[in-house]
């Protein structure tokens, strides 16, 4: 069956850098892109960007320009989200999504379990 | 960026009542509306897309409509698995973005 299995929870120190790991499995991995959500504590779902799993392009929203990376593996189809100089706001769960694509219309259809980040000195 | 608003932020139910939601979005986006279930603890879980599609599996006391700017989320019979917050999201334009939520609680 379609999988998203996330890597594990994660605790930074302000200023370093987390990679969050996202292996897809039971479907063809370059027909899907793939977005990253997160949710603070309490807090709504925010989006973070998306990922081409055929040539690797990317988009991210204007207040992570800078401070985010997607990258993905073919090879392992596993997707790769790193978040840099981290804060205490960037504390939350991280999603990574399938996205879909019916009559036109795009959606979230499979989500990873999330992994928590906690950043904290 | 597109910026949708939920409302209510929250409301109180009993099981087998019918509760409403409304999403407004700052300009149109046509049907590019999605509405998603979150529970504590678990990932978001896709109920409609396109504004009023079902997703494969959702029970259909699940329903959307709206167009435009305006969206709606109905929940006919309210079943005690269904106290949980809804979230209503864009993907017309990028940055794809989400309303604020609605919390639906037991009364």
């Known amino acids: 069956q379609v999988q998203l299995v996330q890597s594990g929870a994660e605790v930074k120190k302000p200023g370093a850098s987390v990679n969050v790991s996202c292996k897809a499995s039971g479907y063809t991995f370059t027909n899907y892109y793939m977005h990253w959500v997160r949710q603070a504590p309490g807090q709504g779902l925010e989006w973070m960007g998306i990922?081409?799993?055929?040539?690797?392009?990317?988009t991210f929203a204007p207040k992570f320009q800078g401070r985010l990376s997607m990258t993905r593996d073919r090879s392992t189809t596993t997707f790769y989200m790193e978040v840099s100089s981290l804060r205490s706001e960037d504390t939350a769960v991280y999603y990574c999504a399938r996205v879909s694509r019916i009559a036109g219309y795009y959606y979230m259809d499979v989500w990873g379990k999330g992994t928590p980040v906690t950043v904290s000195s | 960026d597109i910026q949708l608003t939920q409302s209510p932020s929250s409301l109180s139910a009993s099981v087998g009542d019918t509760v409403t939601i409304t999403c407004r979005a700052s300009q149109s986006i046509s049907n590019d509306l999605n509405w998603y279930q979150n529970r504590p603890g678990k990932a978001p879980k896709l109920l409609i897309y396109g504004a009023s599609t079902l997703h494969t599996g959702v029970p259909p006391r699940f329903s959307g409509g709206g167009s435009g700017s305006q969206f709606t989320l109905t929940i006919s019979s309210l079943q005690p698995e269904d106290f949980a917050t809804y979230y209503c999201q864009q993907s017309d334009y990028t940055p794809w973005t989400f309303g604020q939520g609605t919390k639906v609680e037991v009364k």
């Open positions: 990922i081409n799993p055929s040539g690797g392009s990317t």
